[in-house]
């Protein structure tokens, strides 16, 4: 389910970020395919967690800023975060998505379990658990969670020329 956000677009409900997502359908200029990353991700196959990395950073090329040289290195920490929960807490097959446009980056990871997962403050004593949508929401422009016919996809965004 998708709310409307400042500007019309729809932005998705459980989004944790200071910024709203607009939509940006109507840019009605000449419109060049995106480069974009679709990998299928294997149920509980946690080789999928390094090969992702790979292939987005693959996707990613030479996609920074002089100001902003850690964005490749966010994008692919961000990523493996998303991929790994969806091998993780879930007992099902995952999809990601990653597309490259002139406003930056887009990952999302699909995968057919309706339940959404919980943003968690980390606590020193709990290891390396429950980091992950924490990081997801400290570093990404915007991200969120949008249900889909069968799950859900969890999604987040870093803006080419976000400072």
Known sequence: ?????????????????????????????????????RRRLGRADLRAVPEARRALRELLGQWTRPDRSDLPDIAELLTSELVTNAIVHTDHDAVLTATVGPRGLRVEVRDF???????????????????????????????????????????????????
């Open 1 to 37: 389910m998708e709310r409307q956000a400042r500007g019309g677009g729809p932005v998705a409900i459980g989004a944790f970020s200071a910024k709203t997502v607009e939509d940006r359908a109507d840019d009605v200029t000449e419109q060049v395919p995106a480069p974009q990353l």
């Open 113 to 163: 379990v309706a339940r959404r997962p919980r943003l968690r403050r980390p606590v020193a004593d709990d290891g390396t658990n429950g980091r992950g949508l924490f990081l997801v929401q400290s570093l990404a422009d915007a991200w969120g969670v949008r249900a889909h016919g069968v799950g859900k996809a969890v999604w987040f965004e870093l803006e080419a020329g976000a400072a």
